[in-house]
């Protein structure tokens, strides 16, 4: 009397085992197929100008728009370098270089333009410089989407508690009033950056496919951000090198950070072409004093405004 009921429910059972375990294959077989999808899909396809694809754009800009692009139209971006190799978290890292409190900064005067810059002119200036590669279409996805992810960034950012909004960084880089010392800059790099970014500034390979970009970026050589970049000032490198570097454990003093920003400087990287570049600032005084390349609106030779010191150069246009 027990058992018949138990009978057709061990049945139930083995049935319900053997269905299971075709159900779960194919879950898997599906969630395989559709994971393969979503990768491939990563070279735009089913791209939206969402914020979710703008935040993929900024962390794996070289997978979406770089050299290595099947589609060669897609290819905007001249170097493997990401936009969150410089903005880190993709941006979400406070402090230097975060765009946590960009979008409502825009549009504002562009002193390198010459006119107002509304966001996506900024993020072309990256994409020119930093990224060493080609504006983007100024109503395609990709630049929308970048503009709605930095807009969704920077009113989750605002709406947040001040507690919350902490920098977590060592104490601002304060320029020394004295020539940065790329000699002194090598041995700083030695102890302090090769270990990641190669003792050849070329940095790590995250695999052989070049699609994959670098564990480690590169500071310098054909694959990094070129000589009209804002990190080839070395006031601005070095800000952002005291405050972040080396990755997780920033400890460099303002003179180290300042001598090894002139010696990756003086290191080789893409060039701009010259007449590009002189098209910059068109008011030559609202160039940065450590703007690396000319030409300069005062007579201080190219050298100082490449390595400083930099204080003699501000005082001139403080007095002019
Ligand atoms: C090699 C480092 C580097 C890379 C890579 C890079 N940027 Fe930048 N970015 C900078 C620097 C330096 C600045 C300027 C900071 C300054 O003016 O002091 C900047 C400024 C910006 C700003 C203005 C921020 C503000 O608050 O005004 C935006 C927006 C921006 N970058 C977006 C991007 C995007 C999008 C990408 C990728 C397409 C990118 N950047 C790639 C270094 C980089
Ligand atoms: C522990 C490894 C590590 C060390 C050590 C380190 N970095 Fe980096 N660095 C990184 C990583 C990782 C990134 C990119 C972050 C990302 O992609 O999320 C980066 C990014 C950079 C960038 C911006 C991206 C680029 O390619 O230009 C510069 C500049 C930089 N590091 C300079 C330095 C300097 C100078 C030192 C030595 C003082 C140093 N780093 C030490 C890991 C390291």
């Not at 003093?253 to 600032?281: C, G, H, K």
Request: hydrophobic content about 35%.
């Amino acid at each position: 009397m027990n058992q018949s009921p138990s009978r057709p429910s061990s049945g139930l059972v083995a049935a319900l085992v053997v269905t299971g375990v075709l159900g779960l294959t194919a879950l898997a077989a599906t969630w395989f197929v559709m994971y393969d999808r979503a990768r491939t899909d990563d070279a735009g396809v089913q791209a939206e100008a969402t914020a979710e694809y703008g935040r993929r754009l900024i962390a794996q800009t070289n997978m979406l728009i770089g050299p290595d692009h099947p589609d060669p139209e897609m290819r905007f971006a001249g170097n493997r370098l990401n936009c969150g190799s410089c903005h880190l978290q993709t941006g979400e890292m406070t402090g230097q270089l975060s765009l946590t409190e960009t979008y409502q900064k825009y549009p504002r005067y562009s002193g390198r333009d010459g006119r107002e810059a509304d966001l996506k002119d900024r993020i072309d200036g990256c994409m020119e410089r930093s990224m060493n590669g080609r504006v983007l279409p100024r109503d395609g996805v990709e630049l929308n989407a970048m503009v709605a992810y930095i807009k969704a960034l920077s009113e989750e950012f605002a709406a947040m508690p001040a507690m919350a909004k902490a920098i977590n960084e060592p104490s601002p880089f304060r320029t020394p009033e004295r020539a940065a010392s790329p000699e002194a800059g090598r041995d700083v790099y030695a102890e302090k950056c090769a270990l990641c970014h190669g003792r050849d500034g070329l940095g790590l390979r995250a695999s052989a496919d070049p699609r994959r970009g670098y564990i480690f970026p590169p500071l310098w050589g054909d694959d990094t951000y070129n000589n009209g970049a804002g990190m080839t000032r070395v006031i601005t490198a070095s800000r952002f090198i005291k405050a972040k570097m080396p990755f997780g454990k920033p400890d460099l003093t303002d003179d180290e950070a300042y001598d090894v920003a002139a010696f990756i400087n003086a290191q080789p990287r893409p060039m701009m072409s010259q007449d590009r570049l002189n098209l910059d600032y068109p008011d030559k005084s609202t160039k940065p004093v450590d703007s690396p390349y000319p030409p300069f609106g005062d007579p201080f030779p190219a050298e100082q405004h490449k390595f400083g010191p930099f204080q003699p150069i501000e005082a001139y246009y403080k007095k002019k």
